[in-house]
């Protein structure tokens, strides 16, 4: 048997931080309208889509740090791009900047969320790992902030039923960490969508920055090959406001194997025919994760934040 779903991920390239959302809209229906002319079932857009990375800089004033997020979703800005969706049949995933009153206070996340091709809003996360620091970091002329301008999410790595199979999700750094996958893949993933802004520069020591393409890459199969899934990514890519972050983005198969990969850093479609049976045999042999996974030896994954170190 074989659930086939044509998928896309739309990578965009820089936005500006003086571009105004329905600028940033207007790109985003471009993208769907092209996905629909593919005949493309979902989109994955990438993360913090409607902004430019904010937390490249330091920003003070808390009234312009909220300037980037967003209070609704969709809201008025954004309910252009919901609309189109409906209307063209798309689902698709895009990332956000979420400012929400939550148990009597304001609180800030890095959001993400899958809505439906009728334009329902399946499910939402919030983006577990945080990278970058919450001081800026001396003599570095870009920063990243997330810690200080976003909590990490609290709402575990929930999965949906939807596009005929079950579909997670994450964000950004998350893809780097084996847990982001293992939970999802434990409540039968088939498909990790995932956006993402990563600057080449992340440490500015050159011999680790100048493998970020490849560490991107690395995570990515290795999460869709140990978890048995389909991972579709979407860069947010190009030189914006000076940061040069890395396009590459793909889809890759449960096999490990990359179907598709974007071969620029502007705004660009990638697609793929996904079938959501490829796993399966890898789940009833190498993964078979209930007969194979022993659980009672791995309880320092769970209990433990940081090494400790034998005497
Ligand atoms: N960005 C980056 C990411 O995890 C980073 C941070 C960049 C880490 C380069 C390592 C190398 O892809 C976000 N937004 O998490």
């Known amino acids: 048997m074989t659930r086939l779903i044509n998928l896309a991920c739309a990578q965009m390239g820089p936005i500006a931080r003086s571009d105004s959302r329905p600028a940033v809209v207007r790109r985003q229906i471009e993208l769907l309208r092209e996905a629909k002319g593919r005949g493309v079932e979902f989109v994955v857009f990438p993360e913090l889509a409607f902004t430019t990375f904010f937390p490249r800089w330091l920003i003070d004033d808390q009234t312009e740090i909220d300037g980037f997020f967003e209070r609704e979703m969709p809201g008025p800005e954004t309910h252009p791009l919901f609309d189109e969706a409906k209307r063209l049949g798309i689902g698709f995933y895009i990332g956000y900047a979420e400012l929400v009153a939550e148990d009597g206070r304001m609180r800030r996340f890095n959001t993400s969320i899958i809505v439906s091709a009728d334009g329902e809003l399946v499910g939402k996360y919030r983006k577990v790992h945080l990278p970058g620091h919450a001081e800026p970091v001396e003599g570095r002329t870009s920063q990243h902030l997330e810690k200080r301008y976003f909590e990490p999410g609290n709402l575990g790595f929930p999965v949906w039923r939807t596009l005929g199979g079950i579909t997670g999700m994450c964000i950004c750094n998350d893809r780097r960490w084996p847990e982001t996958y293992r939970v999802m893949a434990l409540q ?114 769970v209990e433990r934040k940081g090494a400790i170190l034998p005497d």
């Open 188 to 301: 039968g993933a088939e498909l990790v969508c995932v956006g993402y802004n990563t600057p080449d520069d992340h440490t500015g020591v050159f011999d680790f920055d100048q493998l970020t393409g490849f560490h991107h890459q690395l995570s990515l199969q290795a999460g869709a090959y140990q978890n048995a899934t389909w991972v579709a990514a979407a860069a947010k890519a190009g030189c914006e406001e000076g940061s040069n972050m890395i396009g590459l983005s793909m889809i890759v198969a449960p096999s490990g194997q990359i179907v598709a990969m974007a071969s620029t850093t502007a705004d660009e479609l990638i697609t793929a025919r996904c079938d959501l049976d490829m796993g399966t045999l890898y789940k009833r042999t190498i993964f078979d994760f209930s007969r194979h996974r022993e659980p009672s030896q791995y309880k320092l994954i």
